[in-house]
């Protein structure tokens, strides 16, 4: 690559299907991109019968996503769930909030510049949950098992608020709409915490 000012193109053209074909693709290149090797990168999935192809350009944009390389999207993280979570209360409301920074991204990108770099975490529990919430831009870590009913939010690292009650998610949705338009809108500042 340092002898060649050739743009370089990467892909596997036989990855596959599904999840191992996303496997493939990620693991085939995720090694030359972070060595600074490659000027573009294609994925090739089998689609499945009557399947989109458009997901190969998702895949895509996740590995450089996932990298560090470029931003799409606002990410959520959410753990997978274990003894501690009483339900799956943080797993609907992961998906929740997955699906309003989706519905949002129309309209957010063209007023919020920078809005995909957004990360979010949603924790089932206290254990993981802080440590995890703190590394995002906003988190809550909702109460497992035998915890308080309580879920504290942390914005840009900070305890910003403990949420309680039935109205969590929307409580959450709510500061994540305010910490959006405070970051990343017009004649944005530091976020007031």
């Not at 910003?160 to 929307?170: H, N």
Request: charged letters at 20%; glycine letters at 14%.
């Amino acid at each position: 690559a340092d002898r060649s000012d050739y743009p370089l193109h990467l892909g596997l053209t036989e990855a596959g299907m599904g999840a191992k074909g996303i496997i493939a693709s990620a693991a085939g290149m995720a090694i030359l991109l972070q060595e600074g090797i490659g000027d573009t990168i294609r994925v090739s999935l089998t689609p499945r019968p009557g399947g989109d192809r458009t997901e190969e350009v998702h895949v895509a944009q996740q590995i450089l996503q996932s990298l560090g390389l470029r931003s799409f999207t606002p990410q959520v993280s959410a753990c997978p769930g274990c003894g501690r979570t009483t339900s799956t209360f943080f797993q609907e409301m992961a998906e929740q909030i997955q699906g309003h920074l989706k519905q949002q991204m129309a309209a957010w990108r063209g007023r919020y510049p920078g809005v995909e770099a957004l990360r979010v975490a949603v924790m089932g529990c206290v254990v993981n949950g802080p440590g995890e919430s703190k590394h995002a831009d906003i988190g809550i870590s909702l109460p497992g098992t035998f915890e308080e009913p309580k879920a504290p939010v942390y914005v840009d690292g900070r305890l910003k608020v403990t949420l309680k009650g039935d109205s969590i998610v929307a409580d959450f949705l709510k500061i994540l709409e305010e910490y959006v338009e405070a970051r990343y809108g017009a004649g944005t500042g530091a976020i007031a915490g």
